[in-house]
């Protein structure tokens, strides 16, 4: 984890010429972030991983700020003294090494609800061609209630980044 300051320095996050906000948290550690533009994995383990250090503390904080990029940017920040924050963060980045998800229901829940929304949001016309590319009843189609075979290749298209 770098500290804010040498992130900011180094172009990691981005640069302090580009940055008009307060800068009292920069001896703190970067562990996530998330953007507008998060899909349900980073959602969820930046959710996860902030529920895991106790929330928002003293010594753990989100910081947000505007982005000229992605619209707006939230930085889980660590204070390098809580050594106890320190080692959860330290522990999750190395299971994050070996395996993407630090919660499986929490990001098949997201990544579920991702797509309920997207199938509700589509025209019925557009439902029915999805449920004939992909194999399923065309009368599935009128109900948005739910996601007609969450088994199928249409649950996997509408799972697809």
Known sequence: MKTWDKAMKSGGIDSYSNYGGSTDHKD???????NRDSDALQE????????????ESETVQVHRFNHWACGWIELIL??????????????????????PVLDDDDYYRRESENALDYWKSLPLSERVELCEKYGESVFAARDTS??????????????TD
């Open 28 to 34: 703190m550690l970067i562990f996530l972030g998330r």
């Open 146 to 159: 739910k996601i007609p075979n969450k088994d199928s290749r249409l649950y996997e298209y509408l799972t």
């Open 44 to 55: 969820s383990n930046f959710e996860v991983a902030l529920e895991e250090l106790g929330g």
């Open 78 to 99: 660590i204070d390098s003294k809580d050594k106890t924050a320190v080692d959860k963060a330290e522990s999750m980045l190395k299971n994050l090494e070996g395996y």
